[in-house]
């Protein structure tokens, strides 16, 4: 009994002898791979696809794991760095076609993720927009996004990403871009790096053909007073609007920059729409809910009772409603401070 416990002794240090030596003194023996890549691009990511000339070449992830794990992270990482949004929207058609005409990389996450990005927002503006601790926004529950390397249609997104964002089942697409610091130029060097890891060929736009979305940075409280004396210079309000009845009763908040509705009350010494100097009219005080939607310094909308289409001059052939920005946000007049 003695000689088998010793023998048994003996043939394990000697196995603890051999692995340990295996350890240390087999420096040409390579590191295990895992079967399936445990990269966070890999497993974040469901599928990446290159579009160019209306054709679809899909980057599998098993076939070629080191690519596809380089070019998810290269991605991801232009999507930490967007600062700068644009004023575009898109159907899920318009995004189609961009496929079929430009030259695009299309990253899809396998469930929505929220992507933290460079744009900086103001402590004012944080109530309605989700940024993380540091005051960098968030960009929530992104499904997909489409970094556009050439624009064939001359649309002007050129280095720009739609990136989409899935609510209540469908995606809505935002416009994105990276701007370089301390300038109004746009970063394009990672479209060169991601067509490089992509193995694709591109050609930047001749000058002046696809310009940069310039973005006009107008606070509310000027915003507001633009929407007031938009309002105040109307037809219906100089026929007989009450100037001391003016006020405003909400602002909505839009997930475009620098894009704000606000709603105002008012009184008229009659009832009716526009300039009326050619009606009878019987006096009487008549409510009024003007919405006014400015959008970089510019009013984009004004609809006045649900019914009044006040930069149009006529009646609203159907019922439209307040166009409400997609999301908005109630805010407190009260608590509304300029940027």
């Not at 959008?295 to 006045?304: H, L, T």
């Not at 409603?321 to 805010?331: A, S």
Request: charge should be negative.
């Amino acid at each position: 009994m003695k000689g088998k416990l010793i023998s048994m002794s003996l043939l394990l240090m000697a196995v603890l002898i051999t692995a340990s030596g295996c350890a240390t003194g087999s420096e040409n023996i390579e590191p295990r791979v895992s079967a399936e890549p445990q990269d966070a691009s890999y497993t974040m990511t469901k599928e990446i696809s290159l579009w160019q000339d209306g054709e679809e070449q899909v980057i599998h992830p098993l076939e070629n794991p080191k690519r596809y794990i380089q070019t998810g992270d290269l991605l991801v990482e232009s999507l930490h760095k967007l600062n700068l949004q644009a004023r575009c929207a898109f159907s899920q058609e318009r995004i189609d076609e961009i496929k079929q005409k430009d030259t695009v990389v299309e990253l899809i996450f396998r469930d929505p993720v929220d992507i933290t990005i460079s744009q900086f927002i103001e402590p004012e503006d944080r109530h309605h927009i989700a940024t993380d601790e540091d005051g960098y926004r968030i960009l929530e529950k992104v499904k997909s996004a489409i970094f556009v390397l050439e624009d064939n249609l001359n649309e002007g997104l050129w280095a720009h990403v739609l990136v989409g964002s899935e609510y209540e089942g469908k995606i809505g697409y935002g416009c994105w871009a990276i701007q370089q610091e301390g300038s109004n130029e746009l970063d394009t060097s990672l479209l060169y790096e991601i067509a490089s890891a992509c193995e694709l060929e591109i050609e930047a736009p001749s000058p002046g053909e696809d310009e940069m979305v310039e973005i006009h940075r107008v606070s509310q409280e000027e915003s507001e007073e633009i929407a007031r004396n938009y309002l105040l210079n109307s037809p219906t309000f100089k026929f007989d609007g009450i100037e001391d009845s003016l006020e405003l009763a909400t602002t909505y908040q839009a997930a475009c920059p620098y894009c704000w509705q606000f709603v105002f009350e008012f009184q008229c010494r009659h009832a009716g729409y526009g300039d009326r100097a050619d009606q009878i009219l019987a006096e009487v005080i008549t409510p009024h809910t003007a919405g006014i939607t400015v959008d970089q310094g510019e009013v984009v909308s004004a609809i006045m009772d649900d019914q009044w289409d006040i930069m149009e001059q006529k009646m609203i052939e159907k019922d439209t409603g307040l166009p409400e920005p997609e999301p908005v946000e109630t805010v407190n007049p009260e608590e509304v401070s300029s940027q």
